[in-house]
Nanobody, 128 residues
Framework: QVQLVESGGGLVQAGGSLRLSCAASGLTFSRSAMGWFRQAPGKEREFVAA????????HYTDSVKGRFTISRDNAKNTVYVQMNSLKPEDTAVYYC?????????????????????WGQGTQVTVSS
């Protein structure tokens, strides 16, 4: 059974930083592309960042470029997103997602329909 467990969320002031972690189990993590999504109250879930199974390719939504950094540790089956210079508009529930990729080591995905597995989410609240 695949499990993705997010942690690291919380309340932070604008300009502050948080690092979210997502620990994966029940899947071949080193062959899984990973992504972070978020959903703010009253809004649809949106793509935040993605990383290929090798870690060699990453992609970000425009609103977080230069502020967020996605990374992974395949030895620990964990994906991270370092969030700096946080803004109130970053307030949302953040979800980790995973999907198995058999061969392509540098492929990432930005659509939520591309991902087979999802975590339960962790709340990030940025106060102004």
């Amino acid at each position: 059974q695949v499990q993705l467990v997010e942690s690291g969320g919380g309340l932070v002031q604008a300009g502050g930083s948080l690092r979210l972690s997502c620990a994966a189990s029940g899947l071949t993590f080193s062959r899984s592309a990973m992504g972070w999504f978020r959903q703010a109250p009253g809004k649809e879930r949106e793509f935040v960042a993605a990383i290929s199974r090798s870690g060699g390719s990453t992609h970000y939504t425009d609103s977080v470029k230069g502020r967020f950094t996605i990374s992974r540790d395949n030895a620990k089956n964990t994906v991270y997103v370092q969030m700096n210079s946080l803004k109130p508009e970053d307030t949302a529930v953040y979800y980790c997602a995973a999907t198995y990729i058999r061969y392509a080591t540098n492929t990432y995905y930005t659509g939520d329909n591309d991902y087979a597995y999802w975590g339960q989410g962790t709340q990030v609240t940025v106060s102004s």
